[in-house]
């Protein structure tokens, strides 16, 4: 199963802001659109960043509600993992094991294709294993 899969199922559509926008904005788009992280992109596109629900909660601890009028861009996080329309949902789960975080935008010829989090992997993955189990009962029943 590859991460192409499971965006020909979620749909492509990625919430986006740009840098100059606000902790506040941002915080008011999460809650709206019921979503953990937002892709942070320059005026062609390009990945910039990205910001967690945890990358707010971290500055507003240290910095108070001032953080709110702070711009994203100062508290996002730049070193984006990305992955590719053909990786695989395992790669893609051990990556996200490996460095701690919950959401990885996908990349498509250099351009934001998607964003997968690791609900949608989990998801994928524990149907992909009850498929299978289905298949080894059916297998069974047959003998």
Same mark, same amino acid.
């Given at each position: 199963? /590859?991460? *192409?899969?499971?965006? %020909?199922?979620? !749909?492509?559509?990625?919430? +986006?802001?740009?840098?100059?926008? /606000?902790? !506040? ?10 979503? $953990?992280?937002?892709? @942070? /992109? !320059?005026? *062609? $596109? ?9 990358? @707010? &909660?971290?500055?507003? $601890? #240290? ?13 996002? +996080?730049?070193?984006?993992? +990305?992955?590719?329309? !053909?990786? +695989? @949902? %395992? ?11 919950? =959401?990885?935008? &996908? @990349? /498509?010829?250099?351009?934001?294709? $998607? ?7 989990? #998801? =994928? ?7 299978? *189990? ?10």
């Amino acid at each position: 199963m /590859t991460v *192409a899969m499971i965006l %020909n199922e979620k !749909g492509r559509d990625v919430v +986006t802001a740009r840098a100059s926008d /606000t902790v !506040g904005d941002v915080c008011r788009t999460l809650s709206e659109k019921r979503i $953990g992280a937002i892709v @942070v /992109t !320059g005026a *062609a $596109g390009q990945i910039e960043g990205i910001v967690s629900e945890r990358d @707010v &909660v971290r500055v507003i $601890g #240290k910095e108070g509600p001032a953080a709110l009028e702070q711009p994203v861009g100062d508290v996002m +996080t730049r070193s984006v993992v +990305t992955c590719a329309d !053909g990786d +695989t @949902v %395992n790669s893609v789960m051990a990556r996200m094991s490996a460095g701690r975080f919950r =959401h990885m935008p &996908v @990349v /498509t010829s250099g351009k934001l294709a $998607g964003l997968v989090s690791i609900g949608d992997i989990v #998801k =994928h993955r524990i149907a992909q294993i009850e498929r299978e *189990a289905d298949q080894m009962r059916d297998y069974i029943a047959m003998a």
